[in-house]
T-cell receptor
C-alpha cells in the first residue's frame, strides 16, 4: 500500500535553531515528491518538487533533499514567520494522484 | 503559478442540505482536482475533474455524494450532497500542469461546518 509518513508531528524551535523535518514514503513507483507549506485557514503553498534520489532544492532558509526512501526539509536559522504546517506529498508513477503525509506543525519562537 | 479562487470561503449548513463549491482559475489548465482536509488530518483526494467527461473518483468517494462539474478549462464545481456533520471539513481544489511539471497548485479552500 502506498504510504507517506512525516515526523515529527510537531516541532518547537527557538529562532535561529536549525532542524530537519522528515518524510518517508513507500510507493509502488515514485514520479515526484512535493513539499508544501500550509498556514492556518489557507490552502497549501508550493515549495519544492524533487524527482530523483540525490536531488536538492533550496529557497531562502529551506533546503529539500531526496533519497530512495525519504526526503528531508532542512530549515536553517528559522524565524518566527517560518511557523506553519509543512506537508509532504508523493506522486505515484503513471498517475496524477498525490498521496499526502499528515504534516509537521512547526512553531518558531522569538 | 495561476491565481485560484474558491467560493464560498466558508459556510455553515444544516444536516440534509447540499452545498456547491466553485473553483475558478485565471488561466486554462488541463488538470483540476478536489481534496478534503478533515480537522487535524492531511489532504485526501476526492476526485479528478475531467473537462468534457465524468470525474474520476477515488476509493471511498461516490458521484451521488460528491457530484463534480467541469464545463471548461478554467472552472469546476464540487457539490457536497445530503450533508451530515461528518462532512465538516475543508474542501480544496487544485490545478496541475501549469508549467509542464506535475506540480499541483492549491486554492484557498472552503471551510464547511455541518450542524
Amino acid at each position: 500500500e502506498d504510504q507517506v509518513t512525516q515526523s515529527p508531528e510537531a516541532l518547537r524551535l527557538q529562532e535561529g535553531e536549525s532542524s530537519s523535518l522528515n518524510c518517508s514514503y513507500t510507493v509502488s513507483g515514485l514520479r515526484g515528491l512535493f513539499w508544501y507549506r500550509q498556514d492556518p485557514g489557507k490552502g497549501p503553498e508550493f515549495l519544492f518538487t524533487l524527482y530523483s534520489a540525490g536531488e536538492e532544492k533550496e529557497k531562502e532558509r529551506l533546503k529539500a533533499t531526496l533519497t530512495k526512501k525519504e526526503s528531508f526539509l532542512h530549515i536553517t536559522a528559522p524565524k518566527p514567520e517560518d511557523s506553519a504546517t509543512y506537508l509532504c506529498a508523493v506522486q505515484v508513477a503513471g498517475t496524477y494522484k498525490y498521496i499526502f503525509g499528515t504534516g509537521t506543525r512547526l512553531k518558531v519562537l522569538a | 503559478s495561476a491565481v485560484i479562487s474558491q467560493k464560498p470561503s466558508r459556510d455553515i449548513c444544516q444536516r440534509g442540505t447540499s452545498l456547491t463549491i466553485q473553483c475558478q482559475v485565471d488561466s486554462q489548465v488541463t488538470m483540476m482536482f478536489w481534496y478534503r482536509q478533515q480537522p487535524g488530518q492531511s489532504l485526501t483526494l476526492i476526485a479528478t475533474a475531467n473537462q468534457g467527461s465524468e470525474a474520476t473518483y477515488e476509493s471511498g468517494f461516490v458521484i451521488d455524494k460528491f457530484p463534480i462539474s467541469r464545463p471548461n478549462l478554467t472552472f469546476s464545481t464540487l457539490t457536497v450532497s445530503n450533508m451530515s456533520p461528518e462532512d465538516s471539513s475543508i474542501y480544496l481544489c487544485s490545478v496541475g500542469t501549469l508549467d509542464g511539471s506535475d506540480t499541483q497548485y492549491f486554492g484557498p479552500g472552503t471551510r464547511l461546518t455541518v450542524l
